[in-house]
Nanobody, 116 residues
């Protein structure tokens, strides 16, 4: 079965950095685009970044463009989200996502808190 397991969240000061990881299993990882979403308290879940399966093309939300970088390691079935210059408004639960045959799969999420 499809499994997505996020890790790497935590508490960081404004301006700091974190790298999130999402370990995937149960499907052919290299054949699918992978996505990171986040959900802040009281807000809807929003798409943060996408990385394609074919050529690694990346797409970012305007709110994080230039600060976050999505990447993947197909040999390790893992997708990463490098987050730099973190702001308080980046505080959220971050989720890894894949859509297979019209169905969305989610990990359990990892909490990122940006606070001094």
């Amino acid at each position: 079965q499809v499994q997505l397991v996020e890790s790497g969240g935590g508490l960081v000061q404004p301006g700091g950095s974190l790298t999130l990881s999402c370990a995937a299993s149960g499907f052919t990882f290299s054949g699918y685009s992978m996505k990171w979403y986040r959900q802040a308290p009281g807000k809807e879940r929003e798409l943060v970044a996408v990385i394609s399966s074919v050529d690694g093309t990346t797409t970012y939300a305007d709110s994080i463009k230039g600060r976050f970088t999505i990447s993947r390691d197909n040999a390790k079935n893992t997708v990463f989200l490098q987050m730099n210059s973190l702001k308080s408004e980046d505080t959220a639960v971050y989720y890894c996502n894949i859509r297979i045959r019209g169905r969305n799969y989610w990990g359990q999420g990892t909490q990122v808190t940006v606070s001094s």
